[in-house]
C-alpha cells in the first residue's frame, strides 16, 4: 500500500495567508490538495478586502477601492487595491527567504537572508503613496486596452523595512551603476518558470533615497501576501509597478533595466503629445517616473443629499509623486470659479496629503463639486482628461462627485 504523503508546513503556511483563517487540521491535508475555498475563490475573504471593493480582473487578481472607501488617512488592507501581473505565489518559506544581489554592477554576487536584512540593518518606517499608472484608465477615449481603472487604484500605508541604499552600500556596487531591477516570486501566467511575471526598475538616483525600501511591514505588522509577503521593494511616488513585491532579487544594473514590463509600450507615455488613437512606435515612449499631482473626495460619497442651508464638509486626499500639493481647491460651478480647501502638509515626503472644506450652496438643485490639487511647482490637475496615450496611464484629470439639495 502506498504511504499517503502530507502537505508541507511552509504550504501550509502559504495556503492559509490566502484563505485568512486557520485550515483546521491542514496538517493531515494530502500533498497536492487544494482546498475549495480556493477552487473557486472568494477574494473578499481570501484576501480580507471590503466587500465594496470591484473586482476588475481574476487572471491574475485586480481589484480597486471606491473614492469613498479610501477616507482613512492611512490605507488599511480591507481597501488596499490588488494590482497582480501573475499569479501569486503559493509555497512562501520567511523564515528561509533571502535575496540575492547581482547584475554587471556589483561588485560581487551576494545573497542575504531576510533575518539578516532585519537584524544588521535599521529599519526606517514611512507613508508612502503607491498608485497604479494606470489608475483612471477607464475614462480614456478612444479606450485603451488594459483593466478598465476607475479612480481607486491608489493607496497610502504606512510601510516599515530597511533602506535599499543601506544594502547596496553594503554588498559595494561599481561606480557605473545607473539602475536597479527586481525579480519576485511570483509566477508567469502561462505557467512557464522560465519566464517572470514582472521585473521593472528604477534609476539609482531613486533606489538611493531616504524612502525606497526593503519592506516587511505594512501598518506594522507582517505585509499580507497578496501586497509581496514576506518582502516587498516600495519606491512611492512613482507607478506602483516600480514596487516590486516577493522580492527574491535585485539586480543592479550598468544600463536601464530591460525586464519584463520595462521596454515596449509598458509603461511608457508618448515623450511628445499625440492625437487621441494614434499609433506610437516604440523607441518615441517614455518611462515614466514621478507621478502627476492628482486628488480625490473621500467624503461624501458622491450622490449625497443635504437640504437647502445645510453646509456640506468634504474632504479627501491629494498627492503630487516626488512633489508635495501647494494648493487644494474645490469649484461647484463646473470649473467657472475656485476655492481654497485646508491642506495639510505630509506626514513625510512622499505621503499623501489630507484637505478639507465647507461647503454652501445657493439654491436647491443637482451640483458638482470638482477637486484640483497644484504641485509645488504650480502644475494643476486639468479639469479634463490628460493626453491620450495608447496605454492609458496618468489620468490625473479632476475628481468629482455629484449632490443633490433639497
Known amino acids: 500500500m502506498k504511504r499517503r504523503q502530507f502537505i508541507k508546513k511552509t504550504t501550509l503556511s502559504s495556503l492559509t495567508a ?12 494530502p500533498l497536492g490538495y487544494e482546498p475549495l475555498a480556493l477552487q473557486d ?18 487572471m491574475p487578481w485586480n481589484i480597486e477601492a471606491k473614492a469613498h472607501l479610501l477616507d482613512e488617512k492611512i490605507t488599511s488592507n480591507e481597501y488596499m487595491f490588488i494590482r497582480n501581473n501573475g499569479k501569486i505565489p503559493k ?33 526606517y518606517t514611512y507613508q508612502l503613496t503607491l498608485e497604479c499608472g494606470g489608475n483612471g484608465r477607464s475614462e480614456f477615449d ?28 553594503a554588498i559595494g556596487i561599481k561606480n557605473d551603476a545607473v539602475y536597479i531591477g527586481y525579480h519576485a516570486a511570483d509566477t508567469h501566467l502561462s505557467g512557464d518558470p522560465k519566464k517572470e511575471a514582472i521585473s521593472r526598475g528604477v534609476p539609482m538616483t531613486k533606489a538611493y533615497q531616504d524612502e525606497t525600501l526593503l519592506a516587511f511591514k505594512m501598518n506594522g505588522k507582517d505585509i499580507p501576501l497578496v501586497h509581496g509577503y514576506p518582502l516587498r521593494l516600495i519606491a512611492g511616488g512613482w507607478p506602483a509597478s516600480a514596487s516590486g513585491k516577493w522580492i527574491k532579487g535585485i ?37 515614466i517616473e514621478s507621478m502627476p499631482v492628482k486628488s480625490l473626495i473621500t467624503y461624501p460619497k458622491s450622490g449625497a443629499m443635504l437640504g437647502l442651508g445645510e453646509k456640506l464638509k468634504i ?46 450652496f445657493p439654491k436647491k438643485g443637482y451640483y458638482e463639486i470638482w477637486a484640483r490639487a497644484t504641485d509645488s511647482k504650480g502644475i494643476s490637475q486639468p479639469m479634463v482628461l490628460p493626453c491620450w496615450n495608447p496605454k ?14 433639497k
Not at 18 to 28: A, S
Not at 266 to 287: F, L, S, T
Not at 353 to 360: E, K, L, N, P, T
Request: glycine fraction near 6%.
Open 251 to 287: 539586480s543592479v544594473r550598468n544600463k536601464v533595466h530591460d525586464g519584463n514590463k520595462m521596454t515596449g509600450k509598458a509603461y511608457r507615455v508618448p515623450c511628445n503629445p499625440v492625437a487621441p488613437g494614434e499609433k506610437v512606435k516604440d523607441e518615441q515612449m517614455c518611462i
Open 142 to 169: 478612444p479606450p485603451a486596452k488594459g483593466n478598465q481603472w476607475t479612480v481607486g487604484a491608489v493607496s497610502c500605508a504606512t510601510w516599515t523595512g530597511v533602506r535599499l541604499r543601506d544594502v547596496l552600500k
Open 392 to 405: 492609458g496611464y496618468l489620468n490625473n484629470a479632476c475628481h468629482r462627485i455629484a449632490i443633490k439639495v
Open 91 to 123: 509555497h512562501v518559506d520567511a523564515k528561509n527567504w533571502a535575496v540575492t544581489f547581482d547584475g554587471e554592477s556589483v561588485k560581487k554576487p551576494k545573497t542575504i537572508t531576510l533575518q539578516e536584512l532585519k537584524t544588521k540593518f535599521k529599519h
Open 41 to 58: 475563490p472568494n477574494p473578499f475573504k481570501m484576501f480580507n478586502k471590503s466587500k465594496e471593493m470591484v473586482v476588475l480582473n481574476n
Open 18 to 29: 490566502l484563505i485568512g483563517t486557520e485550515i483546521v487540521f491542514g496538517e493531515i491535508m
Open 315 to 360: 474632504r479627501g486626499h491629494a498627492w503630487a509623486g516626488e512633489l508635495e500639493v501647494s494648493q487644494m481647491e474645490y469649484s461647484i460651478d463646473f470649473g467657472c470659479t475656485w476655492n481654497n480647501c485646508s491642506i495639510e502638509k505630509p506626514a513625510n515626503r512622499l505621503a499623501w496629503q489630507h484637505f478639507s472644506a465647507s461647503i454652501s
